[in-house]
């Protein structure tokens, strides 16, 4: 998988305004959909679902994303029929296997978010070996939610504060926010949803307090390049008030 750019696609980066939103968190739904209305069985839309992973990925690299995180499976997944869930897992390992050496080439952080527990020994290995393995890589970090869920990852940080012995007046938002997985990260800018679902599904419930959020009724296998600037560009075009008006806004800017 090649992630560097290719000079044809210089032209359509001009109209990205600077206003390049820098966690990019998305929450890739419609596999099943993309499949059934093929005819086909579901296993064949996670791996079309797969395939466009490689892609958005070579994208957001391009675009200048510096962190993108992708929903690969949550904490509810668990619900799904026996062999969807082995299939997850392999799909998860087989990414491993075939993207990693390039992946690392090219400057892929990937960081796994979630809990390890509970995923097959031998994949939660691969996990751990690509995160060290691309550790020191910085031109996008990729957060793997996989085994994630945004509640669970709530509780297991008031845990670890509680372990740490950390005083009730110390408990802060900000301590919140370094205890849970993307702790050292900053929040997502830019939430996107495909296949028309209008739901965070437990996925970063915290960091998405202040995110924008795109809707769209395309599958994920169908979230191309094209769709992903689509995207980018209208978060370009959003005002973001973090809470204040518009005339504070516009004071604070000259
Ligand atoms: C939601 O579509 C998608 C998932 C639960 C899995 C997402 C996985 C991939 C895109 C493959 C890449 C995976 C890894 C592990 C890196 P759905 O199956 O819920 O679709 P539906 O709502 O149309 O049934």
Sequence with gaps: MKILTDNSMESDMEDL??????????????NGRWAKKRGLPRAAGHRQGTENLRKIIRAAVEFDVKILTIYAFSTENWNRPRREVQLLMRILEMV????????????VQIRHIGELDGIDSRVAKKVVQACETTAHNTRLILNVAFNYGGRDEIVHAVQ?????????????????SQHLYTGDL???????????????SNFLIWQSAYAEHYYTDVLWPDFDRICFKAALDEFATRTRRFGKTDEQLETESE
Aim: charged residues 35%; proline residues 7%; glycine residues 8%.
């Design 17 to 30: 305004t600077g206003r390049v939103p820098r966690h990019v968190a998305i929450i890739m739904d419609g």
């Design 186 to 200: 900053p929040d997502p800018d830019l939430v996107i949803r495909t296949s028309g679902e209008f739901r965070l």
């Design 96 to 107: 491993i296997d075939r993207e990693l050496a390039e992946l690392n080439q090219e400057g």
């Design 160 to 176: 670890n504060m509680m372990r740490e012995g950390i005083a009730p007046e110390d408990v802060s938002e900000e301590s919140i």
